[in-house]
């Protein structure tokens, strides 16, 4: 395997003073509707509001003093791209975020208020691309992509390290898969720390990618998908489809309407605020009850960055 | 002292398996924009999702078997019908709740999934009045006072308790007060557990029947109020106010724009979700700023029953 055990236990070394160690809540009367014991992890608490911060401190907190000093750059309209920002600051150096010209107002400040400099393209493929390479060449500084980077994966495990780390012993642990970076981290944190506890994914059948990868055995990156669940637009690198194909048990995939009650719920029940994308999973268990039924399951809340303004319900 | 040292130590003791001990959040960004240190004791995650299921679960568990026999009755539309429904059903018997016919489905129908009965009246003092007299004369049940009673101040005060068993060591502590059971309650635990730490009261300006009545030292009930903070429109009762005129060091009023600015700021940095009335100490923290600069300050989250389809932003 390319990420060793030893470089996850690095990470969380690494990382550990940077970043917030979530709490872990337990919601009895979810456990009641779903006739489970669930173990939500946090990481709508965590720095920038989302576990990106993670990946992002343990890319570039690994570099030495002189990597660091031309700063570092990424694409991305959303929390990966609030905690390169954040990140950077952190070390001390500058953050170089290519994004959309269409990204939302509330986003641009957030990235601005940590002091990186954006730069704005159109909102396609090509030209982001084109783009970064300017910024790249310009500023020399260090790419950090969202997902597809061992050291972004190693980073994210160390979500779920924490919670073996905290001796849950579950059954299962559940997260959404967009990029697949969180997702791959997890598993094989499972892989290193919990052996027993079996590794699921959740994910909009809007932007299935990751289920029809699964099932066909090689990428097939989604076209236009429209979920809800934005930060899970993204189609799965070669890197996390790797680590995933070998080490995931099963992926879920649930309706935008299974989606927003999910979210729903998480909000009246546990009285606090989570994304769309961090409810697939929720609604994964509550769409598979038979499955799930008296587990103990970890789910990762995976961020808690929305416009209060244009709620879903 | 009508409420002692060993009643509030009791309290806890008695309700400490009913309730949840809940958790104590802190925000950086927060603490930031007011230049404090400031420690959130989140109610908003108790049972009900309000602090009224302490006051309500001390009296209730505090009675024998016969005398919990015939049940418990009390007038509420709001958190307090669902703490004595809950905290009933708990004890293995009935709830009476008297409630407008105008209460938002919603609470009726949380009251409803405790298995507590609804009485239903038209909405004026007097018709609750008569409603609540035929209710207790029917059912034999005992009256549980939403906040005039010392064992509701005594349950109340168990949520300071905590906060000083967990030794913040606190300058200020500051909840809202409506009723007052929370305000008193607060107030007599700091007296007797954190002698040093000052007690703050915030209340809405279109609300401000303690402030008054704290000013011309006598009881002085509003009239016709109308907040966003819908807990806290009730007026102040005798016991609540001999308490707080006694102990409280300051009430300082808010405006609405300042409450939903407050709420606002919870919900978007702490991601969290609390109610209207819960977020007026916040309001008041940023309205004197100067008094409040560099201390060590308390603030009770007391509720996060809100609707979310009706939010203020």
């Not at 990597?67 to 390169?84: D, L, M, P, R, Y």
């Not at 506890?197 to 990156?221: C, G, M, W």
């Not at 009850?289 to 961020?303: A, E, S």
């Amino acid at each position: 395997m390319k990420i060793k055990k030893k470089d996850i236990i690095e990470a969380q070394l690494r990382i550990n003073n940077i970043i917030h160690q979530t709490p872990v809540l337990k919601n009895q009367s979810i456990n009641r509707i779903t006739n489970t014991s669930l173990f939500f992890k946090c990481e709508n608490f965590q720095k920038v509001g989302a576990f990106k911060m993670r990946g992002a401190s343990n890319v570039i907190f690994s570099k030495t003093k002189k990597e660091k000093e031309n700063g570092f750059a990424t694409h991305s309209s959303g929390n990966h791209a609030q905690a390169v920002a954040l990140a950077s600051k952190l070390a001390g150096t500058k953050a170089h975020i290519v994004m959309p010209n269409n990204a939302p107002e509330i986003k641009k400040k957030a990235v601005e208020s940590y002091g990186a400099k954006i730069y704005y393209c159109e909102n396609n493929e090509k030209a982001r691309d084109n783009m970064c390479k300017n910024v790249l060449k310009k500023t020399k500084s260090f790419f950090v992509h969202p997902y597809n980077d061992y050291g972004v994966i190693a980073g994210q495990a160390t979500c779920f390290k924490e919670m073996c780390d905290d001796g849950y012993n579950l059954d299962y642990i559940i997260t959404p898969v967009g990029g697949g970076g969180l997702a791959s981290g997890t598993a094989i944190s499972a892989k290193y720390f919990s052996p027993k506890t079996k590794i699921v994914l959740a994910e909009p059948k809007n932007a299935d990618d990751a289920y029809q990868s699964f099932l066909k055995k090689r990428i097939i990156p989604v076209q236009n998908p429209n979920t809800i669940a934005d930060g899970l637009k993204t189609s799965l690198g070669e890197k996390t489809f790797e680590i995933i194909i070998k080490h995931v048990e099963n992926i879920i995939t649930v309706s935008e309407e299974e989606i927003i009650s999910a979210m729903k719920l998480i909000w009246e029940r546990m009285k606090i605020i989570c994304e769309p994308s961090c409810s697939v999973p929720l609604a994964a268990v509550l769409k598979q009850k038979k499955t799930f039924q008296n587990k103990k399951i970890g789910i990762i809340l995976t961020g808690g960055n929305v416009d209060l303004k244009n709620l879903p319900f």
